[in-house]
Structure formats: C-alpha cells, structure tokens
C-alpha cells in the first residue's frame, strides 16, 4: 500500500519561511518523479513545482520561482519544500504525489492527504 504524508504546514506571517516534507513508503521512491500541488479555498488545484526521479531537474510554476524550492533524499524515501518569502496568495492545502512518468499536469498515481499553509499579511 503505498502512502505519502506530508508535514510542516501551518500559519505563518507574508515575508515568513516554512518548510513541508512528504515521507513516502509502499513504493520504489527512487523511480519516482515527485510534486508539489496546492488547492486554495473555491480554487482548482495547481501545479507548483516537481523534481525528476533523480532529482537532477526541477521545475516550478512562475508564481513560486525564485522564493520555493524543491529537493528530495531518495535514500529516506522523502520530499521537500522550502518555502521562503511566503505571500498571502500562498495559502492553500499542499499536496505531495509520486509519478511514475515525469509530467507537469495532475496526472500523478499517488498523491497524501495534504497540509495546510496559511499565510497571514
């Protein structure tokens, strides 16, 4: 059964920094390409960035570059976000999900059950 739990959401005050991790088990992480999605309240869920099964290529949504950043250690079976600089328009719940072919669209297999970041101004 394969599980991702993310962690590390919270309140934080715009300018401020969090940092969420997404623990993985139930599958072979290192073939994995990994995401971060979030979903504001009355919005769609949005791609924010993603990082290859290697981690040697990252990409991020335009909004988010320059202030988040991606990293995973394959060998604890776990994702990052550093989030620095956070805005108001940050706030949303985050999702982490696991892909086995490396996409920028939703289609991911697996995804957690997501943390909440909540950014006050």
């Known amino acids: 059964q394969v599980q991702l739990v993310e962690s590390g959401g919270g309140l934080v005050q715009a300018g401020g920094s969090l940092r969420l991790s997404c623990v993985a088990s139930g599958l072979t992480f290192s073939n994995y390409a990994m995401a971060w999605f979030r979903q504001a309240p009355g919005k769609e869920r949005e791609f924010v960035t993603a990082?290859?099964?290697?981690?040697?290529?990252?990409y991020y949504t335009d909004s988010v570059k320059g202030r988040f950043t991606i990293s995973r250690d394959n060998a604890k079976k776990m994702v990052y976000l550093q989030m620095n600089a956070l805005k108001p328009e940050d706030t949303a719940v985050y999702y982490c999900?696991?892909?086995?072919?490396?996409?920028?669209?939703?289609?991911?297999?697996?995804w957690g059950q997501g943390t909440q970041v909540t950014v006050s101004s």
């Open positions: 990082i290859r099964s290697s981690g040697g290529y990252t």
């Open positions: 999900a696991a892909g086995i072919s490396w996409t920028l669209s939703g289609q991911y297999n697996y």
